[in-house]
């Protein structure tokens, strides 16, 4: 076997152990998430309320007013009436699409605060989105 050969041999090997190696740390692409919704306006608050309370008389809705994403709490405007301690609800966009669902967890000075877990959809809870309680 000549040095060309041999050279060439392992130039060729070498090609190929970085290409077999490469091909699986190729990045995955991120996952897509849709966009928010725009907030909820009075009139639309007004026309998803209307809605809900035909199929859901009983339901209540109001809109989220503050999130904190990193600890998965969010507040929204509320009484104990509507909104009583420990009750489940849903997180709504103005679109009527569910972001999450969480549990009461307090009233406090005329909000309510949940604890929220996000719907497969991948997005987070936004200032705009509606609070429901069926």
């Not at 420990?86 to 309510?112: C, K, L, P, Y």
């Amino acid at each position: 076997m000549t040095t060309t050969h041999l050279i060439s041999t392992s130039a060729a090997a070498l090609i190929l152990a970085c290409c077999l190696t490469s091909i699986g740390c190729a990045s995955k692409p991120a996952p897509v998430v849709p966009p928010p919704a725009s907030p909820v306006s009075a009139d639309s608050l007004a026309s998803l309320r209307a809605s809900f309370n035909q199929s859901f008389p009983d339901a209540k809705l109001s809109p989220v007013v503050e999130v904190l994403t990193i600890d998965s709490f969010l507040a929204a405007a509320g009484d104990e009436a509507s909104f009583p301690n420990g009750s489940f609800v849903t997180v709504i966009n103005s679109e009527g699409t569910t972001v999450a669902h969480g549990r009461v967890i307090a009233i406090v000075d005329g909000q309510v605060h949940v604890r929220f877990e996000t719907s497969p959809s991948g997005r987070l809870p936004t200032v705009g989105d509606v609070l429901v309680r069926f």
